[in-house]
């Protein structure tokens, strides 16, 4: 084996330990598609996309989520329509340059209601579907829904204020649209396959809410877009060719945009094109572990070679060059200079990254317990970001499962949507509880054995929504013995007594994985709210909860209606350090650090020290620059 086969897969393994291996990307990608099925009975199914959505996390990487609009029907000419109750959209792209369309209503303009013509602009005689009045009413929708949630127009997305979710409401054509159709049968060597071509023209098409920059039709155009296609080809990409792409990103955003001239020049989805070019003039038996370095380097000069012409045709219309007018001639040379030394370097230009640099300090044999804690660091990751809160949903997931994907990875993911479906099924109780009313007796053991088929989806929150449950029924010492087996991560099965026979076979069944004692960092309390919790602010119902903080909060509301003192200051001292040290923790986001401040400031606020409960809500008011909590309400309170 020559030096650089060596070197390759030393590098690879690296790879496969910062990026993540082969089975990591699958567990990403397969936890997406979940959620993508588990909505796609919804008025507004959602498409994953970016990063996450290709089975990346890379540092940064923020969290793009397409959803598609049922309110209008799209097709690419009039002679494919049939007859619809739903106003009827024809593409046009007459005024409208490659990649790019106008829609034109073919319904009649006055059977329309209000909602739909405000979104309409006259132009030529036509009546055109206007993709800035589309967004501009989009958000406005939203402000009013959303109760004071903040967000900005980023392209053809919405964006919270941290740029951390970008959200895009698009149109479907069922059809493989016209533009594309030279795609489908142009030559080349073996990828993508027939087959791969086939299922990629099935899907159809997205429409976005962007026009061509410049144009002075920009308003009323719509950028055709390929994501569900290029979704598709990623996934095809052995897992050579993903770490490549994944160098390509990191080059980008680590080492590229450092020069504050370049940055927003280059984006991922140039690079994603770059790769699919690459791919489909390669066979595909290049991309190899002991082949990554020459294949990355080839991918590099490629990106060089395209920068240095302006030259980078789109992947399924070539008519549009993507870097046409990009950028400057300074701008041009600096970024020229920047990919020539990086080619120089080779993969030592990773060292100057964030993500990367410890390259040469890592061991070439990689220990089992690595990856294992890998391993961990997925389920714990997928556990974080996976939420279907109804069961109707985890049964359309279970459907999608057994005839899909069959794998323990994704009756692991069938688990925690089931177990947390049953979370969030009792109704927030008032504290009320009649022995005597057996109608109320009757949800109270239903909901009770419901929060017990909850316990299962890990060693904490289960629990704490149990613990909850029973302080709103004023059952104290209970919920302090729940709270203190949480606290110790000790697993007793005896508590499941009240779950009947069929929901226990159940549980047995869904006993996959060797992570029974798994205690992670936040969860979503949506139901059995404290009644100290609640608001008139609606979005406290959501609130991201930390799973030790709560459980201190919680045992400092039942010691404050036993009046038992001394543990009182226990459980505030335990609350507060807790809460302080979440809150220099770079690993917390910021709406769980927004909701710890405000337990903390509810519990002074109950002991009568409004000095201290003021202080915390003005914390968690300054951390809440979208409004999501209670926290300046709750402030406004001591004025």
Known sequence: MSHSKTESLNFYTYLCQNIGSEAIVKARRLKCISSDFASSNNLFPCIYSGSRGEGLDLEGSDIDVMRICSSYVVYESD?????????????????????FTQLELYSNVNNLPNIFKQQLQQHRGKHLLSSELYKSQLLEQICFFGLGVKLNMHGPCLSDINDNLDFAICLKCDKWVFQAQPWISRPRLIWPSPELISKITSCGTLFVPIGNKGSIHENLQWRISFSVAEKILIFSFSHTQLLCYALLKILLKEI???????KGLLCSYFLKTLMFWISEENVTSVWRPDNIIPCFMACLKRLLYCIEYSTLLHYFIPDNNLLYLRFNNKQRNTLINILKQSYKKGI???SS??????????PCETARSMCEKTLYTVIVSMREYFYSP????SLFLLFTLLNHCKSELSRYIFKQSLTRSYQQMPCPLPHVNNPNNKQQYKFYKLDLSQLLVGVQSDAASGWLILASFFYSHKNYLTSIDIIKYTLSKCADESSLSMITLKQKNTLKLMSLLPFPSVVFNKFKLNSVIPTELKSPHMFDLLMCISSIPFAHFLRFLCCYHLHDLRTIRYCISKLSETVIEYSHSREQDS???IYNFLLLGIAFQMLGETELARTYFRIAAQYDLNGVSSASFRLRQFC
Do not use: A, G
């Open 79 to 99: 002679k494919y329509i049939v007859h619809n109750w739903l106003p009827v959209l024809v593409m046009d792209t007459e005024d409208s340059p490659p990649c």
């Open 256 to 262: 590229v945009n450092r020069e504050e001239e370049l």
């Open 348 to 350: 030592r230009v990773f």
């Open 353 to 362: 990254s964030q993500t990367l640099h410890d390259y040469r300090r890592f």
């Open 390 to 393: 109804f069961i109707t949903n």
């Open 591 to 593: 709406l769980v650090i």
